[in-house]
């Protein structure tokens, strides 16, 4: 919300999507910070999330999984990010 016009780069304020959106990294959930549009972009979403602070650093960076759920879809399981 507000809505887009499909073919349409998206306006400015920042549309937030209207499915809840959620996202655990390392299978602990993190905090969703923003979940929309990129404006400017034409069908791009943007999902911002804040790592979960019972992850902890480590002296070598190990990859974790990320899982996004937007409404009933889920993410691929082959999703890494690297944790130092």
Same mark, same amino acid.
């Given at each position: 919300?507000?809505?887009g016009l499909a073919g349409h780069a998206a306006p400015t304020p920042h549309p937030r999507l209207t499915l809840p959106a959620s996202v655990t990294?390392?299978?602990q959930t993190a905090t969703v910070l923003f979940a929309g549009e990129v404006p400017?972009? @034409?069908g791009l979403?943007?999902?911002n999330a804040q790592l979960p602070s019972s992850i @902890?650093?480590?002296a070598v960076p190990r990859p974790v999984p990320v899982t996004l759920r937007?409404?009933?879809r889920t993410s691929?399981?082959?999703v890494l990010v690297w944790v130092r």
């Open positions: 919300t507000p809505p990294i390392d299978n400017g972009f @034409t979403v943007q999902v @902890t650093a480590a937007v409404g009933s691929r399981a082959s």
